[in-house]
Structure formats: structure tokens, C-alpha cells
């Protein structure tokens, strides 16, 4: 039954609006609805003044509505208040009060009617009424704040809750015919809209209280694992608040990720994951201070994963049942965090990436003098792990990192300590360096052409993109070039090396030669090859026959793509018939033959014959010819020695350079004046021994400050320096010629010459007499 147009309208007011249906209103509650209707207009006509004196009665009848177990009269009382909520009012009621109608229409949001189609309308009706209830009071001060945390858990987890049955409630759609008007009956997509008009409203200090109910209800659902219904979560949150408020939410999520960190480790990583999703989004506006704080988070995580991966408990207890599962569970997570570390760092900017490449290289333990290492099985354990763990992230930030002045992105100080890695016994962080370094140094996508070792006939194929070395480059490389030839020498000669190791120098090799070389740069380049196939053919090192070959053939690859980069045709002529020669008597030789699955190897490289290899004297000859540094070609390499090979336990020459520097400071004429003995007392001693440390201490800094200057100084300053040692040096060495050359003062004494001063009178040495225990 329906109201018709003509019917006579009671008390005034127009019936034509509502829409009275014996489904939605039936007979027995028809007055309840006419009652209803008759208050909304009421409503509708009050003017904003007045309209306080009505409103009270007019909640208390919703209220009462809202109490009833009828469905139809909760939903009616529902539309009721969002007709209400919906008028701007420009007196606010200090006494008002909304808490009842957050628990009531929180408690419709969970609705489980038996009937589907009651229960999705109770839903629905639930979540209008809360939108009511956050336009009527989220702009205004003077009402009941309901950012507070007890409207908040019960506000956010309603909207979540619907939104957790989206997948349910598009399988029950009957039709697709029916499509359209499923959609708008949906608690899905109207808790989303919901929720994003919530987070919208949201100002800086609410932020949290909106967020941590979120939290709450995805662990007590266990929702982190699947990580699907969560990434959806945080994605609406990050797209609906104000972007300066994204710190805040990736701040919430940091301290969630610490205060579950005994945690399962696929929960973690659920947190991680959403970490991920929304430090990506939160990067594109305004991500402030976090940044650092955010990835010390996540190498604080990574480090007690590590720990839990050791010791199978997270209570550090030894637990032999559940360590396998819980190593494949950390490791999962290990990754997580990897992936983050870099997702996040590739949407940065380019200096704050430079702070992060870093700090993340500040945090890699290494055995030096400032950053000790643990000891024992499980330290040397935890330690790997953790070199590699941060390793990995190193090379996720530094991947497609984009910088044009190589001394921004290799400063010397991280250069030295990433260069320190690459001389450690591990071939893993060893071949993590070397992708590293092959990271930053390619600026024009160059690295991937590189990835199999071969000698090409012609390198056009590979389409390389060369630029003119800058100015800048000149100057990175003039600064640490023998530095970088120097590890790349070293990483030649590891008896560890496999396949990917050989082929990691090879990209290394070839970018420099593309991205950073200049004339002295190619002629360093060569020689530095030659140095290695020297290495091959001596074998000094005794290294197995297939690390041999794989230098020969790594020698092959580099100098045949060289040749072909100087464009000089003698010099590619000297390459072509040498790797022709190998082609047919020694393919052993060849990069074709050697890093195959099933390599081809000789058993004896001993006899190798001066027709198989690149011989130096012919390379100056023919380089010399066309402009190129003849004198240096000619000089074999020698490797320049510091204090990082007691990593790798070798011997440094610098050591030597600070020793000889110590004795002869000590040994210096202006310290030759006697000092009284110090008489040796119980204080004596004590003071020594107290004082050890820190002599032991400010010696070494002595030393490697000395090293440093020799290495990085200027020439003209250390060229200013060893010329006022050599002054001085000529100074004394006259002296000593001076007393050895003039003749030894008379036995006979002095004679008094004219003008009263006394001289010295010689005789030949021949006249001299010598007591007889001179002569023979």
C-alpha cells in the first residue's frame, strides 16, 4: 500500500516525499512512520536559531528507534539522523551528546540478521549513521570530540569489518543484470567512502588515534599474514589524509613493526610488506624526518632476525625441534625487509638516497681498528650474516641509483670502507661489492650487456651508450683509480672465484672503461689486464687450473673490447690474431670454452707458448704510435698496498711507509740532545701501563695518518714535502763528503798564521804516521 497523491495530508505536512511501502513500513508501524516523516520536515523547516530547542526531542525519538529489535525501525531511525546530520548549524549545543549513536550504530555495522538481504541494509544503515555522526561533530570543537580513542575503536574497526567482506558480498551478486543496483546497496564500497572521509577530516594531532584502531583490528583478525586485506587498508589511508600526515602513519607502522618484533616471522613481514606499500605512496608527498628512522627500523629488525635464525628462539634459547621452520621463516622475512629497504630508497630524491647508501654502509661490521667484530663461532655466524643482509640492501638502494658526479656518489669515505669488503675471504660479499660498484658506476644502462663474458667480432651489436668522460669523472678517477685497480687486482687473484665472480670484474672492468675512462685511464686499464694474465701464467698464488683459465679468458674478453673502443688498428690486429691462435691451439683460453656449464680445460697450462698471450712490448708499440703514454704502457703494474689487507691478511706496505717515517723522525738531528734518565719507580710503571692504550692509540692514528697523506694529499704538496727531505738530505750527505774529502788536521798541532788567528797546518796522509795496530 502507498500513499497516493491525492490522499489529504495530515497535520500539514507533505506525504509525497516518503516513500511508504508495505515492505518498509507495514501496517502496524505506519503511524511510526507518519510520525517520523512529520519530524525530519519539521526538522527541515526549523530555522538555524531555533533549531536547538528541537533537537533533543527529535534525538530521543531516533534513540528510541535506534533501541527497537525491528529492523525497519533501526533503519528508519537511521535515515532520520542523516537528514539531521546533514544541516549546518551555526549554534553549537554544549550538552550534546552522540556516544549512544556511535555504540548503536557500530553495533548495526556487525550486524548477522539471518536474512541477507535485512542483514546488508542493517549494515548499510549502520555505516550512514556513523558518516552522520563524524559530519555532525569532526569540525566542530565545541562538540563531543570524536577523535577520541573510545569513539575511535569503535568507529574504525565497524568500517574495517565491512570492508573485510567485500570478496563475500560481489560472490552473492545474483546477476549481472541486478550489477548497478548491488553495487549501490554494497557496505564495502560505502565503509570505504566512509573511511575516507573520515582520515580525510583527520587533522595533524588525530592522526594517530585513527591509525592505531587499524592496527589493533589487523592483529586480532590475524590479518597481517595474508597481507592482501591490509596493503588495501593502508593503501585507502594514505591516499585519503593529507599528504603531510604520511610520516605520521609510516611512524605508527615503525613502532607496530617494534612492538611485535617477538612475533611470527610471517607477521613481520606482513608489517613490512604494508611498510613497503605505503613508505612508496608516503615518499611521493612529504616524508620529513623518518627517513633514517625508518631504515634504522628496518636494520634493527634485520640484525634480531638474524639473531633468531641463529639461535631458533626468539627468547635466544636453543630450540632444535622448530629452528628449520623458523630459518625458512626468517629468511622470508630477511627478504621482506631487503625489498622494502630498496622499493622505499627508490623513490627518494637524490641526496637523501646518498644519506641512506651511507648509513646502511655505516652499519656493516668490519675488523678495524673503529669497528670491532664479534668473536667465536656464533659471532663469525652473526657477523656474515649481517655483512650480507646489509650488502644486499646496500645493492637494492644503489640499483638504477642516477648520480652524474661520481665523487657525490662514491665519497671517500664510503668507498674505502665498501673497498675494505671486497678483501674478505667470502666469495658472497666479495661478489656483492663488485655488483655494487658495477651499480653506481653505470649511468646509462650499460650493465646488462655486459652480463656474458665473450670476445665479439664487433661490439656495435651491443649498442653501447658512451659519453665523453667529464671533468668530474677525470678528477674521481685521478683521486681513486689505483685504489680501484688495486681490489679489482686482488678480487683476481682469490682462489674462491667462480663463473659469477669473473664475470662481475668483467662488467666492471668494461663499465669503467665506457663511463670513466680517458687516455691514462685505458693505458692503466691494460696494464692492469696484462698484470692479470702475468698472475695466470707465474701462478705465484697456486691457483686451481680452471681460476687460471678464467683469467686468461677474462684478459681475452677486455682486451678484444678495448681494441675495439680505441678504434687503433694495429692494436686490433694484435687482439684479433692472438685470440685466432687461441681459437685454434688453446680454447681453453677463450671465455667461449671456459665459463660454459661444463667447462673445457687444459691439465697442463704450464708450457703456455708467447703466441697464446697479449705481450706488452707489442701493446706500447703499437698504442705509442697513435698519441698513447708509450713510457707507462712499458711499466708493468704493481699494485699499491694499504693498510686494509690485514682484512684479507696480506701484508701492507704501508706499515713500512709510517715504520720508516718513525725512524727517521727518531733518528733526526734536532732530537739527538740527551735527556736525563728518569729514575724507575712503582708511578713509573703504573703510568705506563694506564697510559698503553692510548699511546698504542695515537700511534696508529699517527700512522694512518701518514699513509693517508701520502695517498690522497696533492702531488705538488707531497712533491713540496719530499724536496725539503731531500734538501736536507743533500745537506748532510755535504757535510759527510765535506769531513770525508778534506784532509785530517795536523798531529802536530796548530801553527799561528798572519794576524794573530790560529790555523790548522795538514800534512799529505802519505807523510802520516799510524800507530802499528793500523798496519798490515
Given amino acids: 500500500m502507498v500513499f497516493k497523491q491525492n490522499q489529504q495530508p495530515i497535520l500539514g505536512f507533505s ?16 503511524y511510526v512512520c507518519i510520525a517520523m516523516e512529520a519530524l525530519d520536515q519539521l526538522l527541515m ?66 550486524s548477522s540478521h539471518e536474512d541477507l538481504e535485512i542483514k546488508t541494509k542493517i549494515r548499510m544503515s549502520g555505516i550512514k549513521g556513523l558518516q552522520g555522526v563524524v559530519r555532525k561533530t569532526v569540525n566542530d570543537e565545541l562538540q563531543a570530540n570524536i ?78 599474514e595474508p597481507k592482501v586485506f591490509a596493503i588495501r587498508c593502508f593503501k585507502i589511508i594514505m591516499y585519503s589524509i593529507q599528504p603531510q600526515h604520511s610520516h605520521l602513519v609510516i611512524q605508527q607502522l615503525l613502532s607496530h613493526l617494534d612492538a611485535n618484533s617477538r612475533s611470527a616471522a610471517t607477521v613481520r613481514a606482513g608489517i613490512v610488506e604494508v611498510l613497503s606499500e605505503a613508505a612508496v605512496i608516503a615518499a611521493t608527498g612529504s616524508v620529513g624526518p623518518t627517513v633514517l628512522e625508518m631504515f634504522n627500523t628496518l636494520l634493527r629488525q634485520l640484525r634480531l632476525s638474524i639473531d633468531y635464525a641463529l639461535t631458533g628462539s626468539y627468547d635466544g634459547a636453543i630450540s632444535l625441534g622448530t629452528k628449520i621452520i623458523k630459518e625458512h621463516e626468517e629468511r622470508m622475512f630477511q627478504e621482506a625487509v631487503i625489498k622494502t629497504i630498496g622499493s622505499f630508497a627508490s623513490t ?28 667465536g663461532r656464533t659471532g663469525e655466524n652473526r657477523n656474515r650474516l649481517t655483512q650480507i643482509m646489509l650488502l644486499k640492501s646496500l645493492l637494492q638502494v644503489s640499483t638504477g641509483f642516477q648520480c652524474n658526479n661520481m665523487m657525490s656518489a662514491l665519497p671517500s669515505n664510503f668507498l674505502d670502507r665498501l673497498l675494505s669488503t671486497a678483501l674478505m675471504e667470502d666469495a658472497e660479499i666479495r661478489l656483492f661489492v663488485l655488483e655494487i660498484l658495477i651499480s653506481f658506476i653505470d649511468r646509462h644502462g650499460n650493465r646488462h650487456k655486459f652480463s656474458t663474458i665473450s670476445t665479439l667480432s664487433d661490439i656495435s651489436i651491443l649498442k653501447l651508450k658512451v659519453d665523453k668522460c667529464s671533468r668530474q669523472d677525470t678528477i674521481f678517477m685521478k683521486k681513486h683509480s689505483q685504489q680501484l685497480y688495486r681490489h679489482i687486482y686482488l678480487s683476481c ?101 671456459v665459463f660454459v656449464e661444463r667447462p673445457r680445460l687444459s691439465q697442463n697450462l704450464d708450457g703456455v707458448v708467447i703466441e697464446f698471450l697479449f705481450r706488452q712490448s707489442k701493446i706500447s708499440e703499437v698504442l705509442g704510435g697513435s698519441g698513447y703514454n708509450s713510457d707507462r704502457l712499458c711499466l708493468p703494474y704493481v699494485p699499491q698496498l694499504t693498510d686494509e689487507d690485514r682484512l684479507s691478511k696480506r701484508k701492507s706496505i704501508g706499515e713500512t711507509i709510517s715504520l720508516q717515517v718513525e725512524v727517521e723522525s727518531r733518528n733526526s738531528p734536532e732530537k739527538e740532545e740527551r735527556v736525563p734518565a728518569e729514575e724507575i719507580t712503582y708511578e713509573t710503571l703504573k703510568k705506563a701501563i694506564v697510559d698503553s692504550v692510548a699511546v698504542e692509540e695515537q700511534e696508529r692514528e699517527r700512522r694512518r695518518q701518514v699513509v693517508e697523506k701520502f695517498q690522497k694529499a696533492p702531488f705538488e704538496e707531497i712533491a713540496a714535502h719530499c724536496g725539503a727531505r731531500a734538501s736536507l738530505l743533500q745537506s748532510k750527505l755535504n757535510q759527510i763528503f765535506e769531513i770525508t774529502i778534506r784532509p785530517p788536521p795536523s798531529p802536530s798541532g796548530t801553527i799561528t798564521a798572519a794576524y794573530g788567528q790560529p790555523q790548522n797546518h795538514s800534512i799529505p796522509v802519505y807523510e802520516m804516521k799510524f800507530p802499528d795496530l793500523c798496519v798490515y
Fill in 15 to 30: 506525504t509525497r516525499s516518503a516513500d511508504f511501502t508495505e515492505k518498509t513500513c507495514p501496517g502496524s508501524l505506519w
Fill in 45 to 110: 523547516a526549523c530555522h538555524c536559531q531555533s533549531i536547538n530547542l528541537f533537537v533533543e526531542s527529535f534525538l530521543k525519538m531516533v534513540a528510541k528507534l535506534l533501541e527497537s529489535e525491528k529492523p525497519n525501525l533501526q533503519i528508519l531511525g537511521t535515515n532520520s539522523f542523516v537528514k539531521f546530520a546533514n544541516i549546518e548549524e551555526d549554534t553549537p549545543s554544549y550538552h550534546r551528546s552522540y556516544d549512544f549513536f556511535v555504540s548503536r550504530f557500530s553495533e548495526m555495522c556487525h
Fill in 493 to 593: 687473484k682469490e682462489e674462491t672465484n667462480i663463473q659469477k665472480h669473473y664475470e662481475a670484474l668483467y662488467g666492471l672492468l668494461a663499465l669503467i672503461s665506457i663511463e670513466l675512462a680517458n687516455e691514462e685511464v685505458v693505458v692503466d686499464l691494460i696494464r692492469l689486464v696484462l698484470a692479470v694474465q702475468d698472475v695466470a701464467q707465474v701462478n705465484e698464488e697456486n691457483l686451481p687450473v680452471y681460476n687460471r683459465c678464467a683469467l686468461y679468458a677474462l684478459g681475452a674478453a677486455y682486451l678484444n673490447l678495448i681494441s675495439q673502443l680505441t678504434t687503433v688498428p694495429a692494436f686490433c690486429q694484435h687482439i684479433h690474431e692472438v685470440i685466432e691462435t687461441r681459437k685454434k691451439e688453446a680454447p681453453y683460453m677463450l671465455p667461449e670454452d
Fill in 147 to 224: 577523535w577520541d580513542p573510545q569513539h575511535m575503536d569503535k568507529i574504525v574497526p565497524s568500517l574495517l569489518f565491512n570492508l573485510q567482506h567485500v570478496e563475500e558480498a560481489e560472490s552473492r551478486s545474483p546477476s549481472p543484470l541486478q550489477a548497478p543496483e548491488k553495487e549501490k546497496e554494497n557496505p564495502a564500497e560505502l565503509a570505504e567512502r566512509c573511511l575516507r572521509e573520515l582520515l580525510g577530516r583527520a587533522a595533524f594531532g588525530n592522526i594517530k588515534n585513527a591509525i592505531k584502531p587499524v592496527l589493533i583490528h589487523l592483529d586480532n583478525h590475524s590479518l597481517w
Fill in 348 to 375: 627518494l630524491p637524490t641526496y637523501q638516497r646518498s644519506e641512506v647508501i651511507l648509513f646502511i654502509m655505516s652499519k656493516v661490521p668490519l675488523p678495524s681498528l673503529h669497528h670491532p667484530v664479534e668473536t
